[in-house]
């Protein structure tokens, strides 16, 4: 059984960072692009970052690209997201995603979801 499991999210001040981690079981984790998701209360799931299978490209939304960073270690099967200069608009629940590709995955169909983890940016 594929699991995904984030964790990291907390409480935050404005310009303060996180880490979050997504622990990845039950698929071969390097044969998957691997992205961050989040969702904020009353909006749509948005595509905040992904990282490829082999070349390890990533890609950001530009709302954080500049302030966020996705990395991959395929020996602990563990995406992460590090997140700086965190915005009160940045507060989501944030999920981890698995896809064929980075392509596929930025359309939000993604083959696997994690459960998600709350980041909340106080003003």
């Known amino acids: 059984q594929v699991q995904l499991v984030e964790s990291g999210g907390r409480l935050v001040q404005a310009g303060g960072s996180l880490r979050l981690s997504c622990a990845a079981s039950?698929?071969?984790?390097?044969?998957?692009?691997m992205g961050w998701f989040r969702q904020a209360p009353g909006k749509e799931r948005e595509f905040v970052s992904g990282?490829?299978?082999?070349?390890?490209?990533?890609y950001y939304s530009n709302s954080v690209k500049g302030r966020f960073a996705i990395s991959r270690d395929n020996a602990k099967n563990t995406v992460y997201l590090q997140m700086n200069s965190l915005k009160p608009e940045d507060t989501a629940v944030y999920y981890c995603?698995?896809?064929?590709?980075?392509?596929?995955?930025?359309?939000?169909?993604?083959?696997?979801w994690g459960q998600g983890t709350q980041v909340t940016v106080s003003s």
């Open positions: 995603a698995a896809d064929h590709s980075t392509a596929t995955m930025r359309s939000g169909n993604c083959n696997y």
């Open positions: 039950g698929l071969t984790f390097s044969n998957y692009a």
């Open positions: 990282i490829s299978l082999t070349n390890y490209n990533t």
